[in-house]
């Protein structure tokens, strides 16, 4: 599907990607790389876990990907264009990086 158009890209299935190596869906704690900087991520370190449950991940993107897991691949953690932005992985259930994750969100003046 089209989508909304918001930030240029696709969403890929992870099941070429992964030739049978890993399970899909995605389920489980992955650590986080992301830009430094990136106000999404203020007081969160380099490193924390988050929760993922997912089949498909963002692809050819790059500009707007502001952090990444690793899952064989590096899959696409959030994304931001000017005032949106997105995460693939649930800050609802990633403990106290997605708290803090959610707060820098609601504290955020773009």
Request: overall charge positive.
């Amino acid at each position: 599907h089209q989508g909304l158009g918001l930030i240029p890209g696709f969403v890929t299935s992870l099941v070429p990607y992964l030739n049978g190596e890993l399970k899909v869906p995605h389920i489980g704690w992955n650590s986080l790389d992301f830009k430094e900087g990136e106000p999404l991520f203020k007081y969160i370190r380099q490193g924390d876990c988050v929760y993922y449950v997912h089949s498909y991940f963002a692809t050819r993107c790059e500009p707007y990907v502001i952090a990444t897991s690793q899952y064989k691949v590096p899959v696409t953690g959030a994304l931001r264009r000017d005032n949106v932005m997105g995460t693939q992985f649930h800050p609802e259930k990633s403990q106290s990086a997605g708290l803090q994750l959610l707060s820098n969100f609601v504290r955020w003046r773009p």
